[in-house]
């Protein structure tokens, strides 16, 4: 099959700092030129497609995983963009307005002195959202309203995915949160989603975790978000699910292996 990766060195902010945006083109771009595509945003964009750049050595496998989605006709179309993280990733992926309440800002003293004294999402998201999404719209085929427009990625990445459609509901309908890192939000996310989950019924939101390295620490907190997903209205294998791998770690190789299932979830008609 035909696909396209363009790559945009040093993307420019005017909210945090340059980083490299890749765009995986699939293979119905170039075959028909009148056709639009939903957009999938995905973070740790340098694990996604090349072994050579990934912080471990593995990839997400997207394109093989995209490709066989597409031919089964699983999915539709679409173009993913994913944006290479920085040294400044925790700070820029950590959910900024759960610390902004009194008990948020005794948490934040506690936090591991890599995530900064500076929480750097809401910066983040101006980017994504009042930069590079335009960009991208304006540069390719794209259609660019919520219905067709997700946001996914993994461990603080899927943090900062559930973020984006809460403060962002109007901009993004789904969002994939692999192996999400609760124990960085712990005692301040679930008063902050009672408040902020976007509106079910127009959403899908997909969790899952494994039990083996950083994923064995994930249930508890997963379990309470679960529960209030349901109080919250979410309905089960709708506009919701969570699944638990058992014995898979927390590596690009385990995403690697189930990474077609949030897909799916979140990318079908």
């Known amino acids: 099959m035909s696909h396209q990766l363009k790559h945009h060195k040093n993307f420019p902010s005017a909210f945090i700092k340059p980083r490299n945006v890749d765009v995986w083109l699939p293979p119905g771009y170039r075959a028909d030129s009148k056709k639009r595509f939903g957009v999938l945003y995905m973070h740790d964009g340098q694990n996604l497609f090349y072994k050579q750049y990934s912080d471990s050595g593995e990839d997400w496998g997207i394109v093989?995983?995209?490709?066989?989605?597409i031919a089964?006709?699983?999915v539709p179309e679409?173009?993913?963009?994913?944006?290479?993280n920085t040294d400044r990733r925790l700070a820029e992926y950590l959910p900024q307005r759960p610390f902004e309440t009194a008990q948020g800002q005794k948490a934040q003293k506690k936090l591991?002195?890599?995530?900064?004294?500076?929480?750097?999402?809401?910066?983040y998201?101006?980017?994504l959202v009042e930069e590079l999404k335009p960009f991208i719209d304006g540069e390719y085929r794209t259609v660019g309203s919520r219905e067709h427009t997700s946001?996914?990625?993994?461990s603080m990445g899927g943090l900062v995915s559930l973020y984006a459609s809460c403060q962002y509901p109007d901009v993004f309908s789904g969002a994939g949160c692999v192996s999400t890192h609760w124990p960085a939000v712990d005692g301040v996310m679930l008063d902050y989603l009672k408040e902020h989950l976007p509106q079910p019924g127009h959403h899908r939101i997909y969790y899952d975790y494994g039990t083996e390295t950083l994923d064995a620490l994930y249930e508890p907190h997963q379990l309470k978000v679960d529960a209030l997903m349901r109080e919250s209205g979410y309905q089960g294998e709708k506009d919701w699910i969570t699944r638990r791998f058992e014995g898979a770690e927390h590596s690009e190789s385990a995403w690697r292996?189930?990474?077609h299932i949030p897909l799916t979830f979140l990318?079908?008609?």
Do not use: C, Q, Y
């Open 64 to 69: 093989p995983a995209m490709e066989k989605l």
């Open 267 to 269: 990318l079908k008609k």
């Open 112 to 123: 591991p002195p890599d995530f900064g004294n500076t929480i750097l999402s809401d910066s």
């Open 151 to 154: 946001v996914m990625g993994s």
């Open 125 to 127: 998201l101006r980017f």
């Open 78 to 84: 679409v173009i993913i963009v994913g944006i290479w």
């Open 257 to 259: 292996e189930r990474v």
């Open 72 to 74: 089964a006709g699983e």
